[in-house]
C-alpha cells in the first residue's frame, strides 16, 4: 500500500510540475529602416531659391499610401516621405499608429504647396484634410516647415531613384 501511495504521489507530482506554465517571450518587432528611393527639393516661391533638401521614401501603391511612416519611432531631420496619388482630389491623413511629429504639407499637381498641417500630434486619429484637391502629400519631421518659413505656393522638385 505504500509503494503505492508512493507511486501515485509520484504520478501527481510529475503531473504538476508539468503543467507548470511556460514563460511567455516577448515578440519584438523589427524596425522599419529608411529606404532612400529620391531626393527633394522645397523652393521659395517669390525667389526661387532653395529651401531645405530631403532623402525622401516614396509611397505610391495603396499599401505604402496606407502605411506611410506608422511603426517608426524616429526619422532623421533631412528626411521624409512623399506620397504620390493617382488623382488629383481631397485627401485627409491621420496619425494612426505613428510615434512621430510631423508636418505634412499638401502639394497640388503643379508641385506648389497648397496646404499643410503642422505639429501633428502622434497617434491622434483625427482627420487632417488637404482643405483643397491636390495630387502630392510630404511628410517631414513636425517643426520642419516653420524652421523653413514655408508658404503656401512654394514649391518642389523631386526625381526618384
Not at 79 to 100: C, E
Not at 111 to 139: D, H, R, T, W
Amino acid at each position: 500500500m505504500k509503494n503505492a501511495l508512493a507511486i501515485l504521489s509520484c504520478i501527481i507530482l510529475g503531473f504538476l510540475s508539468s503543467c507548470k506554465e511556460e514563460p511567455k517571450q516577448a515578440i519584438e518587432t523589427a524596425a522599419i529602416a529608411f529606404k532612400k528611393e529620391g531626393e527633394l527639393t522645397i523652393y521659395k516661391a517669390k525667389t526661387d531659391s532653395i529651401i531645405a533638401s530631403f532623402d525622401i521614401e516614396i509611397a505610391a501603391t495603396d499599401y505604402e499610401t496606407e502605411t506611410g511612416l506608422m511603426y517608426r519611432n524616429t526619422m532623421k531631420p533631412t528626411r521624409g516621405m512623399l506620397f504620390i496619388f493617382p488623382d488629383v482630389a481631397m485627401h485627409s491623413f491621420y496619425m494612426k499608429n505613428t510615434a512621430i511629429p510631423l508636418d505634412i504639407i499638401y502639394i497640388d499637381e503643379h508641385l506648389k504647396i497648397a496646404s499643410f498641417q503642422e505639429n501633428a500630434i502622434p497617434f491622434n486619429e483625427e482627420g487632417l484634410s488637404s482643405q483643397v484637391p491636390i495630387k502630392y502629400v510630404l511628410e517631414i519631421n513636425a517643426g520642419l516647415a516653420e524652421k523653413y518659413l514655408l508658404e503656401v505656393k512654394d514649391s518642389i522638385v523631386y526625381k526618384e531613384l
